[in-house]
């Protein structure tokens, strides 16, 4: 019998394979999926009214005359979010932002933007997450912990599945490092192989393996033992297939990718390895590859008639902070919740459209909130994996509420 | 949970090969592996001397909740459906090499000692579980891959 998978667009994963219950139009059971996946698929038992203006609820046109005034009027609007959105989404949120001469920008501007911009414009050797199940026998994680953020990381492609190039499992041809500063539950199942180093001891520690892949003494301020730094210099040097799947508890450690291109070159001097970032929400790497193609830049962008500017100062938290923007359109993201209070208090205020499929701190402060559909369950399209693979998708359940892009469309239309 | 020993001592003691085996301590060896139950045992069922073993025993046997009979629990709050212990689990792996083994949706549902149910790890068939049986091994496999310690035999 043949089965119908659906796609979990809970996390940067996107799991290909997961069977869905429903009746009604509820999802009853969730085959196959981690506990995120399965929070994630029944999310969509709700029943908050789709539109609200002032948190009183009002019919469709009230709610798009009302977010389109607002971008009107607004001279810098801010566009923010996207990461949980479609392709389809994203690159009309793109043409909006062009419209209105809107700041656009996402999560990756202070998550893994920078690691996916040298990914983007092939400076780092990356391969696919199918690859990595396949053949690797070297797996690192590098600050990051994804037993918690990507449960089924571990189990669907990285260490424990048999490949066609690795059929005797993973206690005997594969190895797994974790290289953090505490001893997350990814580190656990690693063992021996887990290296615990300080806070911002990372670019030492990159520069102490270089020297021990070199056949130097390494040497770290913190006094890191050599002998076992020798050992995990080895044990990379005869890697066939390494990968390290990097997080952000390297990127905000580093003060630029400088060391991590040096690791490697050298890495790949003597052995054979790929970069994957471990993006968190399901569609970020989709927005930088969409941005990418439009402008040449993966985040932090300012549109002006025709011409676009880029730089930190167009990221989310910069113009907060310089309150250089005067409304918002917030699409699938709860920056209230996730930026600084210093930061996020700007923004209460200026006018807030916010897009979300379940109510947020930022909705709950909106001026206008449209409850939308959840992309991969209500909705279909397609999005880009965290290994940046395009997975396409149809809805698992029907929905009365709208897609974010047939309202960004309307919203378009009604400026 | 007990041993050969102690179950010996709550039979008859007669050997009186009824039950098909060559002595009660055999029998008692039988039960220990599942191979057989207090009621292949004719005069501990029937005899009423003997009513309060077998009933002890039965209880015994009784798979009591939550553990399944080769020992196995899931400690269903630390649970988060990672599915390691799916994808490791040495008979999951030998009856579905294509499906879980590879780290897919299950292909083959009914032979699969661990699966996920709605984000938590689900034990079944414990006919194919390594700990279960004549010939029984003390497989590891399901406990050492489990982030978070939520599998556990008694």
Not at chain 2, 24 to 32: D, G, I, P, Q, T
Not at chain 2, 91 to 102: F, I, K, R, T
Request: contains cysteine; negative net charge; charged residues 25%.
């Amino acid at each position: 019998m043949e089965k119908n998978y659906y796609v979990c667009t809970g996390c940067g994963l996107l799991c290909d394979d997961i069977e869905v219950e429903s009746e009604k139009n509820i999802v009853n059971k969730v085959y196959t999926a981690c506990r995120v996946g399965v929070a994630h698929m029944k999310e969509a038992r709700r029943n908050e009214a789709n539109f609200l203006v002032d948190n009183k609820p009002v019919d469709e046109a009230t709610a798009i005359k009302e977010a389109a005034s607002i971008l009107k009027n607004a001279k810098n609007p801010l566009i923010f979010g996207l990461g949980t959105s479609i392709n389809e989404t994203q690159k009309a949120a793109i043409e909006l932002a062009k419209k209105i001469n809107a700041t656009l920008d996402d999560t990756s501007s202070f998550c893994l933007g920078p690691l996916a911009e040298a990914l983007i414009q092939d400076k780092l050797k990356t391969c696919t997450l199918d690859d990595v199940r396949n053949k690797a026998d070297v797996i690192i994680y590098w600050g990051t912990d994804p037993s918690d953020s990507h449960p089924r990381q571990l189990s669907k492609y990285s260490y424990f599945p048999r490949g066609t190039e690795k059929q005797r499992g993973w206690e005997e041809e594969r190895t797994a490092i974790a290289i953090d500063v505490r001893k997350s539950h990814t580190a656990k199942i690693c063992g021996n192989y887990f290296f615990q180093i300080p806070p911002k001891g990372d670019a030492e520690f990159i520069d102490a393996l270089i020297a021990g892949l070199s056949g130097k003494l390494p040497k770290t301020s913190y006094n890191y033992p050599p002998k076992k730094l020798l050992e995990l210099a080895n044990i990379l040097k005869g890697a066939k297939f390494g990968v390290i799947f990097v997080g952000r508890g390297l990127i905000y450690s580093l003060e630029n990718l400088e060391p991590l291109f040096k690791l490697m070159k050298i890495l790949n001097e003597k052995a054979n390895f790929h970069l994957i970032p471990m993006v968190g929400n399901c569609n970020t790497m989709g927005f930088n590859e969409n941005l990418f193609a439009e402008t040449g830049y993966v985040n932090s962008v300012k549109f002006e008639n025709g011409t676009v500017k880029h730089g930190p100062e167009y990221s989310i938290v910069e113009s907060l902070k310089a309150k250089s923007v005067d409304a918002a359109l917030i699409i699938g993201s709860d920056p209230l919740l996730i930026l600084p209070r210093s930061i996020a208090k700007n923004m209460l205020e200026i006018p807030v459209i916010s897009m979300d499929h379940c109510e947020t701190l930022t909705s709950k402060h909106s001026k206008v909130y449209i409850n939308t559909a959840i992309s991969g369950v209500e909705a279909g399209g397609s999005a880009i994996r965290m290994d940046g693979v395009k997975v396409s998708f149809e809805p698992a359940i029907e929905t009365n509420h709208p897609s974010e892009e047939v309202i960004l469309k309307k919203i378009m239309e009604a400026l | 949970m007990t041993n050969a020993m102690e179950l010996y001592q709550m039979l008859p003691k007669t050997n009186c090969k009824k039950c098909g085996k060559t002595s009660c301590m055999a029998f008692a060896v039988a039960l220990m592996s599942h191979e057989l139950t207090p009621e292949d045992c004719p005069p501990l069922k029937e005899e009423s001397k003997y009513r309060e073993s077998y009933e002890k025993m039965s209880e015994l046997f009784k798979p009591t909740e939550g553990v399944t009979e080769t020992g196995l629990i899931v400690h269903e709050d630390l649970c988060f459906g990672c599915g390691n212990c799916v994808v490791a689990c040495p008979p999951n792996v030998a009856n579905d090499p294509h499906g879980v083994g590879s780290g897919n949706a299950p292909t083959n549902a009914n032979k699969l000692v661990l699966a996920v149910e709605d984000g938590i790890v689900k034990a079944q068939n414990l006919g194919e579980c390594r700990r279960f049986g004549k010939n029984k091994i003390l497989c590891y496999g399901c406990i050492v891959t489990c982030p978070v310690e939520a599998i556990e035999f008694v």
